[in-house]
């Protein structure tokens, strides 16, 4: 469903384009063009507006794994990135690496959706944007925009040359139960 969701993304191989799963992080100093999408997800676009570098991240859960938690994608401390804490860390620290300066940095958030409603218990889309709003408000970084929560999938495009973020709501995904006396084998 994912790389369906961002079809026709490859049309203009002119910029550097680049697709965020869920647990991935990018910073660029040079033109590119961010994508990812998100559900419960939470995304984080993070701008220099001195320098024009920026990086987006795609993380999962709000703070940060029990010691036995097994994961792909690690930040530069070996830590996974599908937990908010570890992600947002890395992204600023990244940018910082680069010769971004924290008081130049903005940010953009989106995500946080509750896109399968009362099945959702722990409503994890509502506590990882607690968790970035949170985060952003202790590093003292400005928050330049916020789309958080709701009941939409939301498609994210960041432009690191510009710091623009556009955002397309995709419908409320319906769920229902399958009835198994029906399926062919």
Same mark, same amino acid.
């Given at each position: 469903?994912?790389?369906?969701?961002?079809?026709?993304?490859?049309?203009?191989?002119?910029?550097?384009?680049?697709?965020?799963?869920?647990?991935?992080?990018?910073?660029?100093?040079?033109?590119?063009?961010?994508?990812?999408?998100?559900?419960?997800?939470?995304?984080?676009?993070?701008?220099?507006?001195?320098?024009?570098?920026?990086?987006?991240?795609?993380?999962?859960?709000?703070?940060?794994?029990?010691?036995?938690?097994?994961?792909?994608?690690? =930040? /530069?401390? !070996?830590?996974?990135? $599908?937990?908010?804490?570890?992600?947002? #860390?890395?992204? @600023?620290? *990244?940018?910082?690496?680069?010769?971004?300066?924290?008081?130049?940095?903005?940010?953009?958030?989106?995500?946080?959706?509750?896109?399968?409603?009362?099945?959702?218990?722990?409503?994890?889309?509502?506590?990882?944007?607690?968790?970035?709003?949170?985060?952003?408000?202790?590093?003292?970084?400005?928050?330049?925009?916020? =789309? /958080?929560? !709701?009941?939409?999938? $939301?498609?994210?495009?960041?432009?690191? #040359?510009?710091? @623009?973020? *556009?955002?397309?709501?995709?419908?409320?995904?319906?769920?229902?139960?399958?009835?198994?006396?029906?399926?062919?084998?």
């Amino acid at each position: 469903m994912f790389a369906e969701q961002l079809k026709g993304l490859l049309d203009t191989p002119s910029v550097n384009r680049v697709i965020l799963m869920p647990g991935q992080l990018y910073v660029s100093k040079h033109t590119a063009e961010i994508w990812t999408l998100l559900g419960s997800c939470v995304a984080a676009c993070i701008w220099d507006t001195v320098t024009h570098a920026g990086g987006m991240n795609h993380f999962m859960l709000p703070g940060e794994p029990s010691p036995q938690s097994k994961h792909d994608e690690r =930040d /530069l401390h !070996g830590r996974p990135l $599908r937990y908010g804490k570890y992600a947002m #860390e890395d992204l @600023v620290g *990244r940018l910082l690496l680069m010769g971004c300066q924290r008081q130049n940095l903005v940010a953009k958030v989106f995500g946080g959706g509750n896109i399968f409603g009362s099945v959702d218990q722990q409503n994890v889309g509502r506590r990882n944007s607690e968790y970035v709003l949170c985060f952003l408000k202790e590093e003292k970084i400005r928050l330049a925009g916020v =789309d /958080l929560n !709701g009941e939409n999938t $939301r498609r994210i495009r960041f432009y690191t #040359e510009t710091g @623009v973020v *556009r955002v397309e709501k995709i419908g409320k995904i319906e769920s229902a139960p399958v009835d198994w006396k029906n399926v062919v084998n």
